[in-house]
T-cell receptor, first 114, second 113 residues
């Protein structure tokens, strides 16, 4: 069964700092990878997704993630964070056949200090 | 906004009671998945329904059951509520296919006393 690890439980950054949130998964086969974000008081929203092709994917609000197959990683990055990026970030994976269960990591709480 | 709606938004029950949560999927979606998100945790998969049939189940006991209706809306039923069932219950809808994305509703927050 697949699993997802998010190494950073709580990250605190100042505005304009660069962001990288780690995500590693364990599964021997082909995977689909996702980053979801949960802003305070709002529902879970898709930030970006990777199915195949270019391992560097760009999402909404200036976020990007890179799939490194050899490292089983899918880290989320943003060059310059804003106060409005304060939220909980979840990495998730499904297996090749898709549309199956999403397996989530435990999440990273990101706090941006103005 | 994803077009996925859930009701009710909040619910308080006592141990041993039963609860029914509802989800309306996004237009054009035929698959609904349910997740439980305990405080401070990532969502955990409960089960998925595709065209009114259960299409996969996570590690939850049989007292968690569900239904999907011909219009693809869905219900989650939990019998004999326990304190640990207190959580945010999320519904996600999607189309079928390999490269499909699940879109989440706002959730129902259940408190069991």
């Amino acid at each position: 069964a697949q699993s997802v690890s998010q190494h950073n439980h709580h990250v605190i950054l100042s505005e304009a700092a660069s962001l990288e949130l780690g995500c590693n998964y364990s599964y021997g086969g082909t995977v689909n990878l996702f980053w979801y974000v949960q802003y305070p008081g709002q529902h879970l929203q898709l930030l970006l997704k990777y199915f195949s092709g270019d391992p560097l994917v760009k999402g909404i609000k200036g976020f990007e993630a890179e799939f490194i197959k050899s490292k089983f990683s899918f880290n989320l990055r943003k060059p310059s964070v804003q106060w409005s990026d304060t939220a909980e970030y979840f990495c998730a994976v499904t297996t090749f056949f898709g549309n199956e269960k999403l397996t989530f990591g435990t999440g990273t709480r990101l706090t941006i200090i103005p | 906004e994803t077009g996925v709606t859930q009701s009710p938004t909040h619910l308080i029950k006592t141990r041993g009671q039963q609860v029914t949560l509802r989800c309306s999927s996004q237009s054009g979606h035929n698959t609904v998945s349910w997740y439980q998100q305990a405080l401070g945790q990532g969502p955990q998969f409960i089960f998925q329904y595709y065209r009114e049939e259960e299409n996969g189940r996570g590690n939850f006991p049989p007292r968690f059951s569900g239904l999907q209706f011909p219009n693809y809306s869905s219900e989650l039923n939990v019998n004999a509520l326990e304190l640990d069932d207190s959580a945010l219950y999320l519904c996600a809808s999607s189309s079928s296919g390999r490269e499909e994305t699940q879109y989440f509703g706002p959730g129902t927050r259940l408190l069991v006393l």
